[in-house]
């Protein structure tokens, strides 16, 4: 079946360090990948998406590629800082039985230190 | 425009009692989501609904557990004779179409069994 496979966390990082957070999938197609940010005691948002092959997504300084040889999202930002700091989810949506299904990877926390 | 709406925010019970957890969805989405977080951990999928119609209910527990999309008013999802495993956070996202990939998530109810 589909599943999303994401590096464990949790990940704590200087401020202005550069980031990446391993995102992994498996799917039956082509599905559309997403990384999705938690703010602590909030819902999910959407940072970013990617609809094809080689698509690179990107928003707040955030981006991510599709890689399908890879099979691969791999989200990076060159520099964070302090406010980056929540949980990551990477997503992939994808027809399963009767509909475009979204899964979601375990998610990564992320630690961003002055 | 308004984001999707969850309420209450903090709900407490006591073991046995009922919780109704109410989502409103995002003005001109017709299909609606429901994930629970468990503490330290990723989100699982609950259930999805179009109004008056379950489409999935695959991550549903069997027993005490149910949902529903009435075609006026919020989704509910009802939890019977809580019990101490049943405390996390659950959101609700909603998408215009079933074929919409992009959900858009509320900032969730945090259950809390005693």
């Known amino acids: 079946g589909n599943s999303v496979t994401q590096m464990e966390g949790p990940v704590t990082l200087s401020e202005e360090a550069f980031l990446t957070i391993n995102c992994t999938y498996t799917?039956?197609?082509?599905?559309?990948l997403f990384w999705y940010v938690q703010y602590p005691g909030e819902g999910l948002q959407l940072l970013l998406k990617?609809?094809?092959?080689?698509d690179k997504g990107s928003n707040k300084g955030f981006e991510a590629t599709y890689r399908k040889e890879t099979t691969s999202f791999h989200l990076e930002k060159g520099s964070v800082q302090v406010s980056d700091s929540a949980v990551y989810f990477c997503?992939?949506?994808?027809?399963?039985?009767?509909?475009?299904?979204?899964?979601f990877g375990p998610g990564t926390s992320l630690s961003v230190i002055p | 425009n308004a984001g999707v709406m969850q309420n209450p925010r903090h709900l407490v019970r006591r073991r046995g009692q009922e919780a109704r957890l109410r989502c409103s969805p995002m003005?001109?989405?017709?299909?609606v989501y429901w994930y629970r977080q468990l503490p330290e951990e990723g989100l699982k999928f609950m259930v999805y609904?179009?109004?008056?119609?379950?489409?999935?209910e695959s991550g549903m527990p069997k027993e005490r557990f149910s949902a529903e999309f009435p075609k006026e008013g919020p989704s509910i999802l009802r939890i019977q004779q809580v019990v101490r495993g049943d405390s996390a956070a659950y959101f609700c996202?909603?998408?215009?179409?079933?074929?919409?990939?992009?959900?858009?998530f509320g900032p969730g109810t945090r259950l809390t069994v005693l």
């Open positions: 996202a909603s998408s215009p179409g079933g074929n919409t990939d992009t959900q858009y």
């Open positions: 799917a039956t197609g082509y599905p559309s």
């Open positions: 990617a609809t094809k092959a080689d």
């Open positions: 997503a992939l949506s994808a027809y399963q039985t009767s509909y475009d299904k979204v899964i």
């Open positions: 003005k001109g989405h017709s299909h």
């Open positions: 609904l179009q109004k008056e119609n379950i489409i999935d």
